[in-house]
């Protein structure tokens, strides 16, 4: 199975900063078509996940231009600039590129 | 609107078999996947499963000799079997569209005798 290793577990933001998170992946996750299977998943207290970014490096639909995404064919890394309250909650990379898709551990993002 | 929403038995038995069902609307499952994550009580995301729009299914290899994913397109619900549940099975259980944007509430499974 595909590792995801994210870092750092938890992270305090002060409103209006940025904050960036890393997820290493044990393979490469470019496929076959030239598409990079990596996601960003935000997952609010109490809430279900919903979709930040798809395919390494594009926004989903709804989602503020405040998230971007980069990265190679195995390290990747979620960029929030100007943290807002609304964006608390665990923050997941997952990946699509074979079976078991899998989800990295998770980061917690807080406000200081 | 497009919505899901999952049901099904808040406890099951050790060795028992969970039963949960995803009712849909504003999509159609032929022509959109469905997928089955859970979450254990405090922990991260675990995806389970799926059925295609053509109704073929995969699953997570941890799971598959104990999972069966089917659906009834009339009446736009899709249903995840589990059988020998233990307690490593208690979480909360997602269903969500093509794996992306749009996803249940998520139904609380409890496996305690």
């Known amino acids: 199975d595909i590792v995801l290793t994210q870092a750092p577990l938890s992270v305090s933001v002060t409103p209006g900063e940025s904050a960036s998170i890393s997820c290493r992946s044990s393979?490469?996750?470019?496929?076959?078509?030239?598409?990079?299977?990596l996601y960003w998943y935000l997952q609010r207290p109490g809430k279900s996940p919903q979709l930040l970014i798809y395919?390494?490096?594009n926004l989903a639909s709804g989602v503020p231009d405040r998230f971007s995404s980069s990265g190679s064919e195995t390290d990747f890394t979620l960029k929030i600039s100007k943290v807002e309250t609304e964006d608390v909650g665990v923050y997941y990379c997952?990946?699509?590129?074979?079976?078991?898709?899998?989800f990295g551990a998770g980061t917690k993002l807080e406000l200081k | 609107q497009v919505q899901l929403k999952e049901s099904g038995p808040g406890l099951v038995q050790p060795s028992q078999t969970l039963s949960l069902t995803c009712t849909v609307s504003?999509?159609?499952?032929?022509?959109?996947?469905v997928h089955w994550v859970r979450q254990p009580p405090g922990k991260g995301l675990e995806w389970v499963g799926a059925?295609?729009?053509?109704?073929?299914?995969d699953y997570n290899s941890a799971l598959k000799s104990r999972l069966s994913i089917s659906r009834d397109t009339s009446k736009s619900q899709v249903f995840l079997k589990m059988n020998s549940l233990q307690t490593e099975d208690t979480a909360i259980y997602f269903c969500?569209?093509?794996?992306?944007?749009?996803w249940g509430q998520g139904v609380m499974v409890t496996v305690s005798s």
């Open positions: 969500t569209r093509n794996y992306g944007s749009y």
């Open positions: 504003g999509f159609s499952l032929t022509s959109n996947s």
């Open positions: 059925i295609w729009s053509g109704g073929s299914t």
């Open positions: 393979k490469s996750l470019l496929s076959s078509k030239g598409i990079t299977s």
């Open positions: 395919q390494m490096s």
């Open positions: 997952g990946h699509r590129l074979e079976y078991p898709y899998t």
